[in-house]
């Protein structure tokens, strides 16, 4: 009974914080990045385009020769470093966010390489977070692109269904982006919780979702980021 009126007594005042989204993507011919900017016109998220190290690289001359053979390198030793190609470093923290857009070229029936190499560094913080797919392909299907995502990050929460845009759409994918984000309801992904605080309360404590102590005071609430907290074991997230 007593901490049942302790939390009673904290829970008077709202304060509201909001999610983030992070969208991610790798992109050569251009599909990807077109997709990737339509679909930031309907969300408001952040933006990380993975880039190779090597650059100057034809991915496209001998029938895609430099992409086959690192996708081959992945699928022979999927859980050594080594086996993925390098990318230029990404000032990003992922543990920022709380929604994590991937987009995906498909080559060779996988995810792309150097996406692959993003995620195979990150995925584990990725964990407990919502993660959504959009491929872009030529024709063939998407599941191998799903399986590579699901091996790279494997406690993500993966909203269903992902999404296939083949590459003669990418002019008119607005409308697909748009259906998709209501199938994966994305709105409910969105929507802002609020949480209830007594201006003169001091016992309840603010966590970031890592983990990581915030405050244990309303001055440790005012200007908070948008993301994911735990506040008295209570997840607020839009």
Request: proline share 4%; charged share 20%.
């Amino acid at each position: 009974m007593k901490k049942l009126m302790m939390i009673m007594a904290i829970m008077l005042t709202a304060i509201a914080v909001n999610a983030k989204t992070l969208v991610v993507y790798y992109s050569y011919t251009s599909n990807v990045h077109n997709i990737m900017n339509e679909l930031t016109k309907q969300i408001e998220a952040d933006v990380v385009r993975i880039e190779p190290a090597e650059k100057g690289l034809d991915y496209a001359a001998n029938n895609y020769a430099i992409g086959s053979a690192q996708i081959a390198a992945i699928r022979n030793n999927p859980n050594n470093a080594s086996s993925y190609p390098a990318i230029d470093p990404v000032d990003v923290n992922v543990a920022d966010y709380d929604c994590i857009i991937i987009g995906a070229p498909l080559w060779w029936s996988q995810m792309a390489a150097p996406l692959q190499t993003f995620l195979f560094h990150n995925g584990p913080a990725l964990a407990g977070k919502k993660i959504g797919l959009i491929v872009s392909s030529a024709s063939s299907g998407i599941s191998g692109v799903e399986s590579d995502a699901k091996r790279l990050i494997p406690d993500g929460e993966f909203l269903s269904p992902s999404l296939w845009i083949r590459s003669s759409q990418t002019s008119g994918c607005a409308t697909m982006l748009q259906q998709w984000l209501k199938d994966i309801n994305y709105d409910a992904v969105a929507e802002v919780e609020n949480l209830q605080l007594d201006n003169g309360s001091k016992s309840f404590t603010v966590y970031s979702i890592s983990g990581s102590l915030i405050g244990k005071d309303l001055e440790s609430i005012d200007g908070l980021d948008k993301g994911l907290y735990i506040i008295n074991g209570k997840k607020i997230c839009k």
